[in-house]
């Protein structure tokens, strides 16, 4: 099933916005926490990284600092905005140092892994 992310939902029950086209960011590396309808895709938290976070995350095996061009990824510095695997986040969330959360461009299958009151204590764009 191919889902246009237009029509995708955020955790706020709105359309999904893009989170960054740079770095270009989502699975299928199209600016946005798309799943296009498949059930394995994970990256679904748009987050701000910081220092702290890319060291945490460096230190449980994912290095999101190096360039891999092989894979059209830059490497991130701190305040970019990437699509966060949903566990990724919920990790850091439980050690205390989960990144900002775009609520907005983030996607609402990330309900079926962290309660929205989580996402919206780290949220960016929550009024």
């Known amino acids: 099933m191919s889902t246009e992310p ?3 939902k ?4 709105g359309p999904l916005l893009a989170c960054s086209y740079a770095p270009l960011t989502g699975f299928f590396r199209d600016g946005c926490c798309a799943t296009r309808g498949e059930r394995g895709v994970a990256h679904l ?4 990284v910081t220092q702290e976070f890319l060291e945490f995350s460096g230190a449980r095996g994912n290095d ?5 061009p092989e894979m059209r990824f830059r490497g991130l510095k701190p305040g970019d905005k ?13 050690a205390g140092c989960a ?3 775009m609520l907005q461009s983030t996607h609402a299958r990330a309900l079926e892994y962290v309660d ?3 996402l919206k204590a780290r949220a960016l764009d929550l009024n």
């Open 116 to 118: 929205l009151d989580a």
């Open 64 to 68: 999101l600092v190096t360039p891999r």
């Open 45 to 48: 938290v748009c987050v701000r």
């Open 6 to 8: 237009q029509t995708e």
């Open 99 to 101: 990144p900002q959360v």
């Open 82 to 94: 990437w699509c966060l695997h949903v566990l990724r986040w919920l990790e850091a969330w439980e």
């Open 10 to 13: 955020n955790v706020l029950g």
